[in-house]
């Protein structure tokens, strides 16, 4: 597929490593049926450009290029508290020599405090124009529009990018990483069994769907849910992978395409669970690579679990989507290192 017809800034100048996790393979296997698990490969987009790191760097590559391409002087998107996305909206911003605001959604009531360190911290520091707060359930289109409405008041113009960057625009990010995996597995000589990605606002997981179809990949590609089971879930991805698959003219997504598992996110979206202080403690301690809490820790917690359960075979070569966060893993001390009690 050639990308090349749509605008692009390249924030990430060389592919982010794919690395064997050869610790933490060894360290989950002893948790596994007869002793043997998968073997865990991890692809580092922690490392992508735009501070400090993570999924929506690709995703901003096309949006902010739109943006530009549009004579936009504001980016203006929305998120939960401690929000990665809106965070990595605003370093683009900042690069571009945009200004940014932000709609922050309460999705857990009184969850927002501009004290709060983390991303919360980062927003203040890198200069966010402007943050509107609303309650949990708002709508966000609605609020973003509202935005930049008051940006044109100004005789400015706004560019509204959605939640995660979840659009088919934004998709594109995620069309190019897997041309980049596919080339890196060749010249590696990497033949994966399945590749495991966190599934939430269904940019990242909807983007390598298409990626996959377009570039005839075969292997089984893995969602696991941040915030919602897979009967609301996959409805979401299988809709963000077509309206990419349409912009690019690759035809149909099969349905069975999108897959993904639940059970790893509860009890609510953002809130910790022990299985994501396991996930996020031994990565940590078996190869000292750090996971949040919100997303990557309790994707890496899926990821763990469906290989307990024996979806993979012995010693499979399983690919973990590393997409960043790790700003907000401060905000969560006690929680991540024990000090709190929590439920499975």
């Given amino acids: 597929m050639d990308l090349s017809r749509f605008p692009r800034r390249r924030y990430t100048h060389a592919p982010t490593p794919i690395e064997l996790l050869p610790n933490f393979t060894k ?17 580092r987009d922690d490392l992508l450009g735009l501070f400090p790191g993570g999924n929506k760097t690709r995703k901003l590559e096309f949006l902010a290029a739109d943006a530009l391409a549009q004579g936009a002087d504001t980016l203006i998107t929305c998120g939960a508290p401690q929000s990665n996305h809106c965070r990595i909206t605003l370093a683009a911003a900042v690069k571009e020599g945009l200004k940014c605001r932000f709609v922050i959604e309460e999705r ?21 124009e402007a943050i509107t707060v609303v309650p949990g359930g708002s709508d966000m289109g609605a609020a973003m529009s509202k935005i930049a409405q008051e940006v044109a008041s100004l005789g400015r113009k ?23 995996m596919q080339q890196q597995w060749f010249d590696m000589g990497l033949a994966l069994d ?16 298409a990626g996959f179809l377009g570039n005839n990949i075969k292997i089984p590609l893995i969602g696991i849910g941040v915030s919602r089971e897979p009967i609301d879930q996959e409805p979401l991805v299988y809709k963000e992978a077509q309206a990419v698959a349409d912009l690019l003219g690759i035809g149909k997504v099969p349905r069975d395409a999108v897959k993904s598992f639940g059970g790893f996110w509860q009890p609510k979206y953002s809130v910790p669970n022990a299985k994501m202080v396991e996930a ?3 990565l940590a301690r078996t190869e000292g690579v750090l996971l949040d809490p919100v997303y990557t820790g309790k994707i890496m917690a899926g990821l763990m679990g469906l ?38």
């Avoid at 024996?310 to 991540?336: C, E, I, R, W």
Wanted: hydrophobic fraction near 40%; charge should be neutral; proline fraction near 5%.
């Fill in 27 to 43: 360290a989950l296997a002893a948790s596994c049926p007869g002793g043997v698990g998968p073997e865990i490969w991890i692809k």
């Fill in 307 to 344: 290989a307990r359960q024996g979806h993979f075979k012995p010693n499979a070569k399983v690919l973990f989507m590393h997409t960043g966060g790790l700003p907000s893993l401060d905000v969560y001390q006690d929680v991540v290192l024990g000090r709190t009690e929590l439920k499975d």
């Fill in 108 to 128: 857990v009531p009184n969850s927002y405090s501009k004290e709060a360190g983390g991303n919360n911290f980062m927003f203040e520091l890198m200069g966010v």
């Fill in 158 to 180: 706004g560019y509204i990018i959605p939640g995660g960057g979840s659009n088919a625009i934004g998709g594109l990010g995620y069309v190019a990483c897997v041309q980049e």
């Fill in 194 to 209: 399945a590749v495991v990605v966190g599934s939430g606002s269904s940019g990242t997981h909807g983007g390598m769907v």
């Fill in 280 to 282: 996020v403690q031994m």
